[in-house]
C-alpha cells in the first residue's frame, strides 16, 4: 500500500480560501484514483471530490468531481484541494485517499483505499 500525507489545515475565516495537499509515497499516483474526504465534528465521512487515475491534466488544472476544485501533479506525486468561499460548515478534518477504483461511499464507509491521517480544517470568525 501507498502512504499517504496530509498538510496545509488550518484556521480561516468564512469566505476565505485555503489549499490542503496530499503527498504520495511508495508508489506513482498516476494509476490511482485520487479522492478527498472530510469528516466533520458528529457527522459521517463526506466524499468531497475525487480525481481519476492516469489523467493526464496539467499541474494545477481542475480534475476533480466535487464543489471543491482538485489538482493533481503526477510529476510530484502530490494532490491539491483548492477550498474557496469556506463556511463554518466546511470545518472537517479532511482525508486524502488513494485508490485503484474510483472510491465509492461504501469504500468510505469502510475506509478502503490508502488514506492519511486527516488534516484539521477550521472555519471561524
Known amino acids: 500500500a501507498v502512504q499517504v500525507v496530509e498538510s496545509g489545515g488550518g484556521l480561516v475565516q468564512p469566505g476565505g480560501s485555503l489549499n490542503v495537499s496530499c503527498v504520495v509515497s511508495g508508489d506513482t499516483i498516476r494509476g490511482y484514483w485520487m479522492s478527498w474526504v472530510r469528516q466533520a465534528p458528529g457527522t459521517n465521512l463526506e466524499l468531497v471530490s475525487r480525481?481519476?487515475?492516469?489523467?493526464?491534466?496539467?499541474p494545477n488544472s481542475n480534475s476533480g468531481t466535487g464543489r471543491f476544485p482538485m489538482s493533481r501533479d503526477n510529476s510530484k506525486n502530490t494532490v491539491y484541494l483548492h477550498m474557496n468561499g469556506l463556511k463554518p460548515e466546511d470545518t472537517a478534518v479532511y482525508y486524502c485517499v488513494a485508490s485503484r477504483l474510483p472510491l465509492s461511499a461504501t469504500d468510505v464507509v469502510r475506509r478502503n483505499g490508502s488514506w492519511g491521517q486527516g488534516t484539521q480544517v477550521i472555519v471561524s470568525s
Open positions: 480525481s481519476p487515475s492516469n489523467t493526464g491534466a496539467a
